[in-house]
């Protein structure tokens, strides 16, 4: 695996000539490096800095909890939340990487270990259909229902079962681990058959009651004359149903199960039927659509009449819809103003009117919270579909939004005043995984990653600013990393794999057999007139496993001495015996780096090379470094197994 650079702050730009003698300026970053779009080079290598122990950053390995030896949603949100955690997971897991990947499986067995089977009991004594997954959980607690708002009336987590499905569905896919997908196939599989359950043969949408979409409990189904609510068709339940079976059905052809891949495929076709009754004339989505025939989420209608976002980039960005109509719904969204008041995307626009709640209060009115509020899990499905399309200033301003938050450590979610203000300002600093939605897309819209029972698809989408690109960083498939580079823009014109010529290609896609590639694969694509060049030259640079002097401990860790120097010891023990890839000795390096992490934010801070953060956010933003390291720490002796359970 590759070593980051170690350039972890401002713009690092090498003057160097191009071919025809003109000068040229390249970045030199991190994760990144690359020539042309500077500031876009540098937003995509700031977008990998927030996964890794970061000086200057708030990053993802500070919502470490030993309770669960995994990721929690935030230091005061003690639980893991599907809607929250389903746009920043999906688009990091193509790049995350050991002790990550098993932070994020514990972290979702949560769901799978404690998922609905008819007879266990969760929060408020609800039992679950089964296959049933839920909102939120913790070790011992599950909420099968949206808990907020008036619970007696809500359904089940229908859109929070299809979202939880496409996740573990996609970790699968990446990993091929055979163990590992027969141990969670059967629980995938009654996820699908809940959803299959609400399925209407007639119009072949899903029925879904008050809060049984993933922002709830903003939808309140369908109220009938007599002022109760029952259920309507979700166009986000289907949007996302399709999403999750499109990686079931491949999760099932790798394991070989022709039968359930034949089963899925039907299902999955008979939803995409269903679209075209919740479709509006211009090609967008509506929000749902009640059984009398009322519609909600006609943009301009006179009753219901707002846009709803989620279904809609969700379309785009999980190519639910082809080309020419997820074109049409982008240009719905660009062209209503209110939907982007500060460069992020808003849930709805205008208003909802069809809530159970009046939208008098705070937390119910039109801009706070699931009515007009941001949740950077949508925006990060968001800048996926702006990159499948090409709308790469629409992602460039979103990043740059987000860097406003990241820079002050108000990484909150949700955000407040359509999208402007953090919902916990009384906190000296803010941290949730939702916000690290954003950055995750920003790498993963580059290439898309569509991962297959056999293969990997790269579609590239580079800003024609950018004319050479490197990702200095592995992409996991399988037991396999990739390395990729771009050269030119424009169409492909020819590919490369560790120098050698690839022709797995077309003009806008590589495929990538998994048994067709090295273990370690340098993938460079060639668009445009750009051409190969002779001889191949590896541009990563090979790992070098971090290392400690214990007397060099910054200052506040010196309590930490035995544990930091046992870190150190186990990860030079497991390199040293080739167990340096396993998960336990990527815990142990993990608590290095983050050491590592403080130690060079106190030396860029004695250099006044990081802007100071006012007195209180200061200290909480330090500490947060310190508690960091005690938790990995903690953790790495809790849990001392090679799988982390």
Not at 254 to 280: H, M, P, Y
Not at 386 to 401: I, N, T, V, W
Not at 484 to 492: A, D, L, S
Request: aromatic share 12%; hydrophobic share 40%.
């Amino acid at each position: 695996m590759r070593c980051p650079r170690r350039i972890p702050l401002s713009l690092s730009v090498a003057v160097a000539l191009s071919s025809v003698g003109a000068v040229a300026e390249r970045f030199e970053g991190k994760f990144y490096s690359g020539q042309g779009d500077l500031e876009y080079l540098q937003l995509l290598d700031i977008s990998r800095r927030m996964f890794a122990p970061d000086p200057e950053f708030q990053n993802v390995a500070m919502l470490y909890t030993p309770t669960w030896n995994g990721f929690v949603e935030g230091p005061t949100w003690g639980a893991w939340w599907v809607q929250n955690s389903y746009g920043p997971t999906y688009c990091a897991v193509p790049f995350y990487v050991e002790p990550y990947i098993t932070f994020l499986q514990n972290a979702q067995d949560l769901w799978f270990d404690q998922m609905g089977d008819g007879k266990r009991k969760g929060y408020k004594d609800w039992v679950a259909p089964d296959g049933c997954l839920c909102d939120a959980a913790s070790p011992g607690w599950i909420a099968y229902k949206q808990g907020d708002g008036r619970i007696d009336i809500h359904d089940w987590g229908m859109e929070f079962t299809a979202a939880g499905l496409l996740l573990q569905s996609e970790l699968l896919l990446i990993s091929r681990d055979a163990d590992a997908i027969a141990r969670y196939l059967p629980k995938l599989r009654r996820c699908a058959d809940f959803l299959e359950s609400r399925r209407d043969p007639r119009n072949n949408l899903f029925l879904a009651g008050p809060a049984g979409n993933l922002l709830a409990p903003s939808y309140a189904g369908w109220k009938r004359p007599d002022g109760t609510y029952d259920k309507a068709y979700l166009g986000g339940l289907s949007i996302t149903t399709i999403a999750a079976l499109d990686r079931l059905i491949e999760l099932e052809r790798l394991a070989g199960e022709e039968a359930k891949v034949r089963l899925f495929t039907e299902r999955r076709e008979l939803a995409r039927q269903g679209l075209s009754a919740i479709t509006t004339e211009e090609g967008y989505f509506l929000k749902s659509l009640d059984p009398d025939g009322t519609k909600h989420g006609v943009y301009g209608a006179g009753k219901h009449g707002y846009f709803e976002a989620s279904p809609n980039h969700d379309a785009i960005a999980f190519r639910v819809v082809p080309d020419d109509q997820a074109e049409k719904i982008y240009n719905k969204i660009a062209a209503i103003p209110g939907l982007r008041p500060h460069d992020f995307i808003l849930p709805n626009c205008p208003g909802l009117d069809d809530m159970y709640e009046e939208p008098d209060d705070w937390l119910w009115k039109f801009g706070t919270w699931v009515n007009g509020g941001h949740w950077s899990t949508c925006e990060a499905r968001m800048i996926l579909a702006y990159h499948r399309l090409g709308k790469f200033e629409d992602a460039r301003r979103s990043m740059k939004q987000l860097l406003t938050f990241a820079r002050q450590f108000r990484m909150d979610n949700p955000l407040v005043d359509f999208g402007s203000k953090v919902y916990q300002p009384k906190e000296a600093i803010n941290l949730c995984y939702d916000s690290f939605g954003p950055p995750a897309a920003m790498i993963r819209g580059l290439f898309e990653y569509l991962y297959k029972a056999d293969s990997l698809v790269l579609v590239p989408h580079i800003p024609p600013g950018i004319t050479e690109l490197e990702q200095n960083f592995p992409i996991r498939f399988g037991a396999k990393q990739l390395f990729i580079k771009t050269m030119g823009n424009g169409k492909i014109g020819a590919a490369r794999i560790n120098g050698e010529p690839w022709k797995s290609f077309d003009e806008s896609s590589v495929s990538l057999p998994y048994q067709g590639i090295p273990d370690r694969a340098s993938v460079e694509i060639f668009l445009g007139d750009a051409q190969p060049k002779a001889p191949f030259d590896a541009w990563w640079e090979e790992q070098t496993p971090p290392s400690l002097a214990p007397d060099t401990l910054p200052a506040g860790l010196e309590g930490m001495r035995d544990q930091i120097v046992e870190a150190s010891s186990l990860n030079a023990k497991l390199v040293e015996s080739g167990s340096g890839e396993t998960y336990h000795a990527a815990h142990a390096r993990l608590v290095l780096e983050a050491v590592d992490a403080y130690r060079e934010r106190l030396k860029l801070q004695s250099e006044e090379r990081i802007p100071p953060l006012p007195s209180e956010s200061q200290a909480a933003a330090d500490k947060s470094y310190r508690d960091t390291v005690d938790r990995l720490c903690v953790g790495l002796k809790q849990f001392p197994g090679e799988n982390g359970k």
